[in-house]
C-alpha cells in the first residue's frame, strides 16, 4: 500500500502516456493429455491485462521476479523496493496482466456457470501473474524491459499479449523504433512477436565496468 | 496497523488506570475511523493521542467523546468539541486551530478520493497511512545535476582561442543538431520528433565549440561539434543513442570523452545496465571504453510487425 502511494505520487510528476485502461480477455490454456489429467479447472478462464502503473506494486512485482527465476535485467542485482517505484514511474508503457488463480485451480461448478462468466478480476483482488515495460524517449526510439509470466500460466499466449499491447501503445505515440534485449531462449519468443535482428547490422554493446587491458599495450 | 499502533502508546502514559479506560475507547473509536478519510483517520490520531498523554483526563469526557463518534458526528464539530475538551491546555489548542481552517478545504476536495481509497484501504491486506514517504522519494530522484567546463584549450598561431566546452544540460539548438547529422551522413529524421527524443533523454551531452578571435570586438563564434544522449528508467537500465562528433573534429579522442562522462553521470546514479546498438565501424571504439559486445548471449531485437 506504501509502495502504491510512492508510485502514484511520482505519476503526478513524470510523464505518461494519457490513456489508461484496463481489459478483461479469455485465455484457453492449450490442453494436451498432461494438461487435461492435471488442471481440473476449465481450460478457459479471465486475465485482466492493465496499462495503468498505478495498479502495479512493486512489492508483488519483485516476488513475480522471484516467481520467474528472473536476474533482473538479465543482471543480478538486489532488487531495492524504492528504485523499483522509480524506475516503474519513469517507464513510458507498464503492462500488467491479473488473474485470479483461486478460481483457476478450483474444481469447476457447473451450477455457477453464469455468475463465473461475470466474475470480475480486479487489479486490487487478484494476482500479479504477468508483466512488461517498456522505456522511451517519446520521440524517437524505446526499449522493452521484464516481459515475464509465472510459470504456470506460461504458453497461454499472455506474453505476446503483453508484447503486442507495449508495441501498440508505442505506435500509437509514433515511436517506431522499438527494440528489446533478450536471452538466447527468449529469442524464438521474440520472434514469435514480430521482433527480428537488426536490418542495418548493429551488434549489441553492454558495459562490463572493466576496460580491456590489451588497450593501453596496444599503444 | 491501527491496533499495533495504539498498543505502543500505553507504555509512554504515567497512569495505568485511566489509561486503560482510553485504550479500549480508543480501539472502539479506531474501528469507526476504518471508513473515514484519510484527513479524519490522521485527525482522529491526533486526538487519540492527546486523550492519552493528558493527564487531567476523565473516563466520562473520553466516553463523551466516544458518543460522539457513534453518533457520526461532522468533522467540524467534533474538532470543536475536542478544543473545548483541551481548553485547558493551550499549546495543544495552537496545535489544532490550524487544522480547523485546514479541514474545510481538505473536505471539499478530497470527498472523492477518500471514498474510493477507503474502499480499497477496505479490500487490501495491509493499509498504512503514507504521509510521510513521497517527499523523500522526490528528493532522491533527481535529474542529474548538470556541468559545464571547458574540455579542451587551444591557441592557433594567429592568436585566436579555440575552447571546446561540454555540456551535460541537454541545451541543444535542434537545428544544429540536424545540420550536425546531416555533416556525419545521418538519415534525415523529423524535426518535432528530435526534439521531443532530447527533451525526454536521461542526459544528453553536447560539446560546443566557442573561437574568440584576438580583436578588441571579442565576436564569439559558438558551433556545436559533438553530441550524445542516453535514455533510462532513472533505477536500473539505461541506453545510449546517437553518439555523433562532427568529421573536421574527429581522431582527437572528443566523442571518448563524450562517452566516457555520459558513463560516469550513469554510474554515479547507481545505474548499472549501460546498452547501446553499435554500427559494425565503431564496435572496436566501443569496446576500448568498456563495452563487451553480445555479452552471455544476450542480444538486441527490433520490433518490424508494427
Not at chain 1, 500509437?172 to 524464438?188: F, G, K, P, Q
Not at chain 2, 565501424?281 to 520490433?303: H, S, T, W
Request: glycine letters at 6%; a neutral charge.
Amino acid at each position: 500500500m506504501v509502495a502504491i502511494g510512492l508510485s502514484r505520487t511520482q505519476l503526478q510528476v513524470t510523464e505518461g502516456f494519457a490513456s489508461k485502461s484496463m481489459e478483461l480477455k479469455w485465455v484457453r490454456r492449450r490442453t494436451t493429455a498432461k494438461t487435461l489429467h492435471l488442471h481440473n479447472a476449465k481450460p478457459l478462464f479471465p486475465i485482466y491485462i492493465s496499462t495503468d502503473p498505478r495498479h502495479v506494486d512493486p512489492q508483488h512485482l519483485r516476488d513475480l521476479f522471484a516467481d520467474c527465476n528472473r536476474a533482473f535485467s538479465t543482471r543480478p542485482e538486489h532488487l531495492h523496493i524504492r528504485k523499483l517505484a522509480v524506475a516503474l514511474s519513469h517507464s513510458a508503457v507498464v503492462v500488467s496482466v491479473f488473474c485470479n488463480l483461486q478460481h483457476l485451480n478450483a474444481v469447476p461448478n457447473h451450477n455457477s456457470s453464469i455468475a463465473d462468466f461475470f466474475v470480475p478480476v480486479s487489479p486490487f483482488r487478484d494476482q500479479l501473474v504477468g508483466f512488461g515495460r517498456a522505456v522511451s524517449d517519446y520521440g524517437l526510439t524505446a526499449s522493452i524491459y521484464d516481459v515475464m509470466v509465472i510459470p504456470s500460466l506460461q504458453r497461454m499466449g499472455i506474453g505476446q499479449m503483453i508484447v503486442k499491447k507495449i508495441v501498440r501503445m508505442l505506435t500509437s505515440r509514433d515511436v517506431y523504433d522499438i527494440s528489446v534485449l533478450c536471452s538466447e531462449n527468449e529469442r524464438l519468443f521474440f520472434k514469435a512477436c514480430g521482433f527480428g535482428d537488426d536490418i542495418l547490422g548493429s551488434t549489441t554493446m553492454m558495459y562490463t565496468r572493466t576496460a580491456p587491458l590489451t588497450a593501453p599495450e596496444r599503444e | 496497523m491501527w491496533l499495533a499502533n495504539e498498543s505502543r502508546i500505553p507504555s509512554s502514559s504515567s497512569s495505568p488506570s485511566p489509561s486503560h479506560t482510553c485504550i479500549i475507547n480508543s480501539h472502539q473509536l479506531s474501528e469507526c475511523c476504518v471508513g473515514w478519510t484519510r484527513v479524519t483517520r490522521i485527525i482522529s490520531h491526533i486526538l487519540t493521542m492527546l486523550t492519552l498523554n493528558l493527564n487531567a483526563i476523565s473516563s466520562s469526557s473520553v466516553l463523551f467523546l466516544n458518543l460522539l463518534h457513534r453518533t457520526n458526528a461532522d468533522t467540524l464539530s467534533l474538532l470543536a468539541s475536542s478544543l473545548v475538551f483541551v481548553s485547558d491546555h493551550n499549546l495543544f489548542t495552537v496545535m489544532l486551530s490550524p487544522l480547523v481552517a485546514a479541514t474545510r478545504k481538505f473536505k471539499s476536495f478530497q470527498l472523492k478520493a477518500g471514498f474510493w481509497e477507503s474502499i480499497k484501504s477496505g479490500l487490501m491486506k495491509n493499509n498504512t497511512t503514507q504521509v510521510i514517504d513521497p517527499p523523500s522519494v522526490d528528493e532522491e530522484d533527481e535529474e542529474p545535476l548538470p556541468q559545464e567546463f571547458v574540455l579542451v584549450e587551444k591557441t592557433e598561431p594567429d592568436g585566436t582561442i579555440e575552447q571546446i566546452i561540454f555540456s551535460s544540460g541537454g541545451d541543444l539548438d535542434v537545428y544544429d543538431l540536424q545540420a550536425l547529422c546531416d555533416k556525419v551522413g545521418w538519415p534525415r529524421r523529423p524535426l518535432s520528433k528530435l526534439a521531443a527524443a532530447l527533451k525526454n533523454s536521461y542526459i544528453v551531452a553536447s560539446l560546443h565549440s566557442i573561437r574568440k578571435s584576438p580583436g578588441s570586438e571579442g565576436n564569439e563564434q559558438k558551433r556545436l561539434i559533438g553530441m550524445a544522449r542516453a535514455t533510462s528508467d532513472h533505477a536500473f537500465n539505461a541506453t545510449i543513442w546517437d553518439v555523433l562528433v562532427d568529421p573536421g573534429y574527429q581522431g582527437q579522442g572528443l566523442g571518448k570523452a563524450l562517452v566516457e562522462k555520459l558513463i560516469r553521470a550513469l554510474l554515479q546514479r547507481d545505474i548499472g545496465n549501460i546498452t547501446l546498438f553499435a554500427d559494425s565501424q565503431v564496435v572496436e571504439f566501443y569496446r576500448n571504453l568498456g563495452f563487451e559486445a553480445d555479452p552471455e548471449g544476450i542480444k538486441g531485437m527490433f520490433c518490424y510487425q508494427l
